[in-house]
């Protein structure tokens, strides 16, 4: 596709993700379906939540059409994605109802099971036997799916990250331009524009949020991209691009374990919360995150003969880095941040 289709492919989803997005939120106001600020919270007013009705819909619509025109025909990438519409209606009704964390985990671990039907290589390169490769490949991802929703918890700053992923894709695509990234940098292109266009109104001060129906189908989707992407051989990528996101959710949660506390209870203790804690706006600190997740990509394709390790180890010390200056860096706001 030349620069102009690309062009015309992101713009597509961008607008589409801003104007569908202003009619959920007004769908949402009618409704009144708010997020009611509690002593957990990281906001101060009724804010509307359920942006994911205008997110998922969007991402299903691209995974399909891309499989559609890459001449996707296994059963199993079509399986995959029913998966995530199912779990885009479950986290709805979860949103709406909050149904118990059983069930939730429950129909999560078949999700990803179908999804499973939709990785056709081992993801660890054949290091361990294949069903040992399938059990870790599920743990790994139902996991993602939750510590992607557990993040979900200021203004911007899970539009920013999956955006951040999907660039990460795309650009693997535009550096490694085989078959098998090909499609794969499609999908990452037009998750950053539906990212863009979200984040028109989700960013500080947000006038909605994305809820479970948008941050559950969303780590589900970016979940089977990097495990794929890691299948493909290109495992330090799929480590690198999240990085922060799973730093900070498993440090935190492996903390909370360790204190006997319910990890899946709502909290304010992972490092973006104590950054706002301290006096950093929610615009501050997803910016902190964005310039980070620059730096990260730049590790992944800046040396193409370093070994994937030292790429790691590197993509780790940026990681420290930020939640290093979310802790300890003097506050030094700016008005309309």
Same mark, same amino acid.
């Given at each position: 596709?030349?620069?102009?289709?690309?062009?015309?492919?992101?713009?597509?989803?961008?607008?589409?993700?801003?104007?569908?997005?202003?009619?959920?939120?007004? /769908?949402?106001?009618?409704?009144a379906i708010l997020d009611m600020p509690n002593h957990r919270s990281s906001h101060a007013v009724p804010t509307p939540r359920g942006g994911g009705l205008a997110v998922t819909p969007l991402l299903i619509v691209l995974v399909a059409?891309?499989?559609?025109?890459?001449?996707?025909?296994?059963?199993?990438?079509?399986?995959?994605?029913?998966?995530?519409?199912?779990?885009?209606?479950?986290?709805?009704?979860?949103?709406?109802?909050?149904?118990?964390?059983?069930?939730?985990?429950?129909?999560?671990?078949?999700?990803?099971i179908i999804g499973m039907l939709a990785l056709d290589k081992p993801v660890l390169g054949g290091l361990v036997p294949m069903w040992l490769d399938h059990v870790l490949v599920v743990l790994a991802w139902v996991w993602f799916i939750?510590?992607?929703?557990?993040?979900?918890?200021?203004?911007?700053?899970?539009?920013?990250?999956?955006?951040?992923?999907?660039?990460?894709?795309?650009?693997?695509?535009?550096?490694?331009?085989?078959?098998?990234?090909?499609?794969?940098? /499609?999908?990452?292109?037009?998750?950053?524009?539906?990212?863009?266009?979200?984040?028109?109104?989700?960013?500080?001060?947000?006038?909605?949020?994305?809820?479970?129906?948008?941050?559950?189908?969303?780590?589900?989707?970016?979940?089977?991209?990097?495990?794929?992407?890691?299948?493909?051989?290109?495992?330090?990528?799929?480590?690198?691009?999240?990085? /922060? /996101?799973?730093?900070?959710?498993?440090?935190?949660?492996?903390?909370?374990?360790?204190?006997?506390?319910?990890?899946?209870?709502?909290?304010?203790?992972?490092?973006?919360?104590?950054?706002?804690?301290?006096?950093?706006?929610?615009?501050?600190?997803?910016?902190?995150?964005?310039?980070?997740?620059?730096?990260?990509?730049?590790?992944?394709?800046?040396?193409?003969?370093?070994?994937?390790?030292?790429?790691?180890?590197?993509?780790?010390?940026?990681?420290?880095?930020?939640?290093?200056?979310?802790?300890?860096?003097?506050?030094?706001?700016?008005?309309?941040?």
């Amino acid at each position: 596709m030349t620069f102009a289709g690309l062009a015309t492919f992101a713009s597509i989803f961008l607008i589409g993700s801003m104007l569908l997005t202003w009619v959920v939120l007004n /769908y949402l106001r009618r409704k009144a379906i708010l997020d009611m600020p509690n002593h957990r919270s990281s906001h101060a007013v009724p804010t509307p939540r359920g942006g994911g009705l205008a997110v998922t819909p969007l991402l299903i619509v691209l995974v399909a059409v891309v499989f559609a025109f890459t001449d996707v025909s296994a059963i199993g990438e079509w399986l995959m994605l029913a998966a995530c519409a199912g779990l885009g209606l479950l986290s709805w009704l979860d949103d709406r109802h909050d149904l118990s964390a059983a069930k939730r985990f429950a129909l999560q671990f078949v999700a990803v099971i179908i999804g499973m039907l939709a990785l056709d290589k081992p993801v660890l390169g054949g290091l361990v036997p294949m069903w040992l490769d399938h059990v870790l490949v599920v743990l790994a991802w139902v996991w993602f799916i939750n510590l992607f929703n557990f993040m979900d918890g200021i203004d911007g700053i899970t539009g920013v990250e999956a955006g951040s992923i999907g660039l990460g894709i795309f650009v693997l695509a535009l550096f490694v331009p085989l078959p098998q990234f090909i499609g794969l940098g /499609y999908i990452g292109l037009g998750i950053l524009a539906i990212m863009i266009g979200f984040l028109i109104w989700n960013w500080h001060p947000a006038k909605l949020f994305l809820g479970d129906v948008g941050s559950i189908p969303l780590g589900f989707i970016l979940g089977w991209l990097l495990l794929k992407v890691a299948s493909e051989g290109a495992w330090a990528i799929a480590l690198i691009l999240p990085s /922060y /996101y799973l730093f900070d959710a498993t440090f935190t949660l492996i903390k909370r374990a360790l204190r006997r506390e319910k990890i899946w209870q709502a909290h304010r203790e992972h490092f973006y919360q104590k950054a706002t804690q301290r006096g950093f706006s929610h615009a501050r600190v997803s910016l902190m995150i964005l310039v980070s997740n620059l730096i990260l990509i730049a590790i992944c394709f800046a040396q193409s003969d370093t070994p994937g390790w030292m790429r790691v180890i590197a993509a780790l010390l940026v990681v420290l880095g930020l939640v290093g200056m979310m802790v300890r860096m003097p506050v030094r706001e700016t008005p309309g941040t």
